[in-house]
């Protein structure tokens, strides 16, 4: 093997080695995405849960299980009003 063959070889080998490296981080890259994706949480509708902006009697978001102070629901989408009401209301145990 002469020596400009074993440079072609080693060029033709870094180039190669570059090209998977390349599709490796891509690799990783579309993985870590679709981890980021999966670890999204989708939430419901407040037309799907029948959300309104008034309490039901004594049910109301800031007694349920599912309000995150001060105004959203791990369930719900977007911002509930503390004084708001639907009907996956869960009502919330005292410590
Ligand atoms: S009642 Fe509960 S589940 Fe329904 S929007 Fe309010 S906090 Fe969320």
Not at 7 to 36: P, Q
Request: glycine share 8%.
């Amino acid at each position: 093997m002469t020596i400009r063959t074993m440079c072609s070889t080693a060029r033709l080998s870094r180039r190669d080695w570059l090209r998977n490296a390349t599709a490796a981080i891509g690799g990783a890259l579309a993985v870590g995405a679709t981890l980021e994706r999966a670890n999204a949480v989708v939430k419901l509708s407040q037309k799907v849960v029948a959300y309104q902006d008034h309490p039901d009697g004594e049910k109301r978001c800031d007694r349920c299980v599912h309000f995150q102070a001060p105004n959203a629901c791990n369930i719900v989408d977007g911002d509930v009003k503390p004084d708001g009401y639907c009907r996956f209301f869960g009502v919330r145990s005292r410590a």
